[in-house]
């Protein structure tokens, strides 16, 4: 049975760090993209960062504060989140995609974990 669980949310002050992670089980990760995503009340769910085992790619709101990984031996993908703002707050999805990335289009993931919530508040 494929699945994906995230962890590593929680609460944190702005201009603080998290690394959400996002194991895979079932599958390998090695002919797979795995996107981050986000959904914030009352908001459609957005493209944060995906990974594959060519690219990454990350949404405008998050360049240069974001990082995404993957480490094939433990099945696992990483986003380490730094100089947080509030605006980040949101439940945190992974979600997985045959080979190719795309940022643009959730419906075009076939896997998703339960999400994990991050919220950004001094």
């Known amino acids: 049975q494929l699945q994906l669980v995230e962890s590593g949310g929680g609460l944190v002050q702005p201009g603080g760090s998290l690394r959400l992670s996002c194991a895979a089980s079932?599958?390998?990760?090695?002919?797979?993209?795995i996107g981050w995503f986000r959904q914030a009340p009352g908001k459609e769910r957005e493209g944060v960062s995906c990974?594959?085992?060519?690219?990454?790619f990350y949404a405008d709101s998050v360049k240069g504060r974001f990082t995404i990984s993957r480490d094939n031996a433990k099945n696992t993908v990483y986003l380490q989140m730094n100089s947080l703002k509030p605006e980040d707050t949101a439940v945190y999805y992974c979600a997985s995609r045959f080979r190719l990335c795309n940022l643009r289009n959730k419906y075009d993931y076939d896997y998703w974990g339960q999400g994990t919530q991050v919220t950004v508040s001094s």
């Open positions: 079932g599958f390998t990760l090695d002919y797979w993209a």
């Open positions: 990974i594959s085992s060519e690219n990454t």
